[in-house]
């Protein structure tokens, strides 16, 4: 599995507009080729994790643009985005 993990800082008083415009993008996170699921974790009142999963390296590769697209929408809503990629190295779960 391959990951996109995003670190976004923003005001908290936009933290409702923000999960609301996240929303309102499901149906094009479900046309992503290979994602598999993404998460958001709220880390503090003004800073969230993002962590999105794909089946492939290529898959991930190639959902880069129109993922670029999509922040770009939503970029007045964000002080800043961090964002790192990288490959699943180790996992537990009880599933």
Do not use: C, P
Not at 43 to 61: G, K, R
């Amino acid at each position: 599995m391959y990951y996109r993990i995003n670190r976004v800082s923003f005001d908290s008083d936009k933290y409702d507009s923000i999960m609301a415009a996240v929303e309102s993008k499901r149906e094009l996170f479900e046309n992503f080729e290979g994602l598999q699921n993404s998460r958001i974790v709220r880390v503090s009142e003004t800073e969230a994790i993002t962590i999105a999963e794909y089946d492939t390296e290529e898959n991930l590769e190639n959902s880069k643009t129109e993922f670029a697209e999509m922040m770009k929408e939503m970029a007045s809503m964000f002080n800043g985005v961090e964002t790192s990629y990288g490959e699943k190295v180790w996992h537990f779960s009880k599933d």
